[in-house]
């Protein structure tokens, strides 16, 4: 049975929402006011809290804030209940790191709806964590640039320009791919369109690789940056090589789950983080992928759209983050629209 821990000053509201929580079969854990919400929090350690934001001792925002900073519950999802309704005061919350709202008065349909929606997305979170662990577990050592020579050389080079389909979301794979020149990115996206940034690959990565291992269809699409060169590798090849020789498909499985880390956190602060620090931790990708001298850093060249897509965030907030931070003199955008990076210690360190 899930936990869930309810926060809320109002004693008729409470006990309703409460009573709401246990017909849904949760177990409910109730406190009066901020200061008392997070000691219950700490000592029960909930699957969800649910919070009011005008409180006495302390409010709702310096709940969250608490919580955020609290290494055993700053992964909990958090939902505000609250009368504001001003676009502002969603705002403010959303950009703290909230996960959802709910406004008074509300129906027992709408609070059940948006406690099983965000139960249910941390669940598969969760799940796609758990996955990706069952594959590090095969990793300890990386390729050399032997066995990369051996899988990339003599093998057909095909050139992509910006934005040309390599593979698609629902596609069979039957190719190997390796970046020779070029950035690509993988993402997937909604019925409407909109685009979720999946992975950043450059010159040297392997691409494609986890349907090939588990026999599945595509899960994203990939597309270049920029004009890009791939070496492409039959997928008949690939299990030719690795069947006939164990230690290389050991090693060539652990290179190729070697980002798993990287992708376990990504999926977290896309989960959880606030909208400054989303949209820093995507230039600190972009940054780390693509420019290694920290001396003489580079431009980073990438539409709106693309950035927005990997922070995981509205376009129109991504842009007035930007700014924000230029106004800060994190960084600076050149007239071309390009990314200067000014400050990435401050940006690596953005609060959340």
């Keep these: 049975m899930k936990k869930i821990l309810l926060i809320e000053d109002n ?8 009573e709401i929580l246990q017909l849904g079969n949760y177990e409910v854990i109730v406190a009066e006011n ?21 409180m006495p001792f302390l409010d709702g925002y310096g709940v969250l804030h608490a919580i955020h900073k609290n290494d055993a519950l700053k992964n909990v999802p958090f939902i505000f209940l609250t009368a504001k309704t001003e676009r502002s005061d969603f705002r403010k919350g ?28 941390i669940s598969s979170i969760k799940e796609e964590l758990s996955r990706m662990d069952e594959l590090q577990y095969l990793m300890k050592n990386t390729l050399g640039q032997d066995d990369y020579q051996l899988f ?19 596609d069979r794979p039957y190719y190997l791919f390796y970046i020779i020149k070029g950035k690509v990115k993988t993402f997937k996206s909604n019925d409407y369109g909109k685009e979720l940034v999946t992975e950043l690959y450059s010159e040297g990565d392997f691409l494609g690789y986890v349907p090939l291992l588990e026999d599945t269809l595509y899960k994203d699409s990939a597309v270049p940056f920029e004009s890009s060169e791939i070496a492409v ?67 980073i060249v990438i539409s709106r759209g693309s950035l927005a897509s990997i922070a995981g965030t509205a376009k129109e907030s991504m842009i007035r983050t930007l700014s924000d931070f230029k106004n800060e003199k ?18 690596e360190l953005m609060l959340n």
């Design 11 to 18: 004693e008729d509201i409470r006990d309703n929402a409460a």
């Design 34 to 54: 901020g200061k008392a919400g997070m000691v219950k929090a700490m000592q029960h350690k909930p699957d969800l809290i649910i919070c009011d934001i005008m």
């Design 94 to 121: 959303m950009e703290l790191g909230a996960d959802d709202y709910i406004t008074k008065p509300f129906t027992g349909t709408e609070l059940l709806n948006a406690v099983d929606s965000r139960l249910k997305k």
């Design 152 to 170: 990339a050389e003599g093998r057909n080079i095909n050139k992509y320009k910006k934005k040309q389909s390599i593979y698609s979301e629902g």
């Design 233 to 299: 590798i039959p997928r008949k090849d690939f299990e030719q090589m690795i069947n006939n020789n164990r230690e290389l498909a050991q090693r060539f499985i652990r290179l190729l789950a070697k980002n798993i880390a990287e992708k376990e956190e990504h999926l977290v602060n896309l989960a959880y983080n606030s909208l400054r620090k989303k949209v820093a931790d995507a230039l600190v990708i972009l940054y780390r992928k693509y420019y290694t001298n920290e001396a003489q850093p580079g431009s």
């Design 330 to 347: 994190l960084i600076d955008i050149n007239d071309d629209g390009s990314i200067q990076i000014l400050n990435l210690k401050k940006l």
